[in-house]
């Protein structure tokens, strides 16, 4: 029985997860603070990235998600 509940409340949770993503759309560019918490880093460390060519600002001085999506990505 606790299988069964177990799998029942994946299921709820999958789909609350699902919906939420529908109607909340992702960004296509965050801030500089925004990205250190997508990366789980320091703002100033974005800031090291940026000044080291590894992320890019676009001219509107945001950063594209793509390149923060990137960043997160196992090399």
């Keep these: 029985m ?4 177990d799998d029942r409340e ?8 699902r919906l939420y993503a529908e109607s909340h759309p992702r960004p ?4 500089q ?3 250190a918490e997508i990366l789980g880093v320091a703002p100033r460390t974005v800031r ?6 590894r992320l890019k600002l676009n001219r509107c001085g945001y ?5 923060v999506d990137a ?5």
């Design 10 to 17: 994946l299921r709820i949770a999958t789909r609350a997860v």
């Design 71 to 75: 960043m997160r990505a196992p090399q």
């Design 28 to 31: 296509t560019q965050v801030t």
């Design 2 to 5: 606790s299988e069964q509940n």
């Design 33 to 35: 603070t925004q990205a």
């Design 63 to 67: 950063l594209p998600i793509e390149a």
């Design 48 to 53: 090291r990235y940026i000044r080291a060519g």
